[in-house]
């Protein structure tokens, strides 16, 4: 991948290129293990910008770029000038003659395509309303890791249609796999992405956590409130029977793998049970953030 490349959504990526990132993060990881170092972004300086909270997301990074030799630098809307009103394009220009790459969390995707539009270096996603491609690519790694072919498995996604849904729904475009989405009616994923999925057979969306996860190899979830969505009882109420929990994971295989991004409510879309019991990758896939921002930065800004 030579040209100078933005990751805004999973969609940006070939299928080629994006096994590539897979495969680099496991690599990376596997030579993390051996004590072996990689300082391919040595003097190199990566921004990141955080209008939501985040532990993963800036840990991650910040970690990345100091293993690979880089520097990563933390804003957010209080202490910066984009809190004040500066404009997404006038901080992506100053930025890009004092950093080689953008990482932004916020709210609407627009804001990233802003940047991307006039920053002469490459901006990453670090989760929008809409989507969040370095997640997934974090869960794809981990399936990875444990399952041989990813276009074979069956991928069931349960809760909310949101920014992880979305970036879930991207990857079955590109990689082929059956995905199952069960939301309640009414929180489906929303129109561009309907639309988007509309000649992918592969993609079903379902109104029954039961059938969604039935003989399912993965089973994924999520927060019923993501950031900036305020808490509900109904909502609540409607939720309950999307709960992840031993009897949902009894209609999928014995071995099926359980992923949450994560932070979890414990006791809502994820049981205790599940969440600490032998089907759970969860911690692995958080830790496994780490590999994949490495190969995402080193592909991006080297
Ligand atoms: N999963 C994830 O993006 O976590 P943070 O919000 O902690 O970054
Ligand atoms: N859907 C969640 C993901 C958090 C990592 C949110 O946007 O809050």
Not at 2 to 18: N, V
Not at 89 to 97: K, Q, W
Not at 196 to 209: A, C, R, T, V, W
Not at 222 to 245: I, Y
Request: charged residues 20%; aromatic residues 6%; glycine residues 6%.
């Amino acid at each position: 991948m030579k040209k100078m490349k933005h990751l805004l959504t999973l969609l940006d990526f070939s299928r080629a290129d994006l096994e590539a990132i897979l495969h680099l993060g496991i690599d990376l990881k596997k030579s993390f293990y051996k004590g072996k170092s990689d300082l391919c972004l040595q003097g190199k300086t990566l921004a990141m910008i955080f209008e939501k909270a985040s532990t993963r997301t800036r840990v991650s990074f910040e970690v990345a770029m100091f293993q690979l030799g880089g520097h990563a630098i933390h804003l957010d809307m209080a202490s910066s000038q984009l809190g004040r009103g500066e404009s997404y394009e006038d901080t992506a220009r100053v930025l890009s003659g004092y950093v080689q790459g953008i990482m932004l969390r916020t709210f609407s995707q627009v804001n990233l395509e802003k940047m991307a539009s006039v920053a002469s270096v490459p901006v990453i996603n670090g989760l929008t309303d809409l989507f969040h491609p370095v997640q997934v690519l974090a869960d794809l790694m981990t399936i990875l890791e444990n399952k041989k072919n990813i276009d074979e498995l069956k991928i069931a996604y349960v809760g909310d249609g949101n920014n992880m849904t979305n970036s879930w729904i991207n990857a079955a475009i590109i990689f082929g796999f059956d995905l199952n989405v069960a939301t309640p009616a009414g929180y489906e994923p929303s129109g561009q992405i309907l639309q988007e999925m509309s000649s992918h057979p592969n993609i079903e969306i379902l109104q029954d956590p039961v059938r969604a996860v039935k003989s399912a190899d993965v089973i994924c979830t999520d927060t019923w409130f993501s950031m900036g969505q305020k808490e509900d009882a109904q909502k609540h109420k409607l939720f309950t029977p999307f709960q992840v929990n031993k009897k949902l994971l009894s209609h999928a295989l014995d071995e099926v793998m359980v992923l949450h991004c994560l932070p979890a409510h414990r006791g809502e879309e994820i049981t205790n049970e599940v969440m600490d019991g032998s089907n759970s990758f969860i911690f692995r896939e958080a830790e496994n953030r780490l590999h994949i921002q490495k190969a995402i930065l080193k592909t991006l800004m080297q």
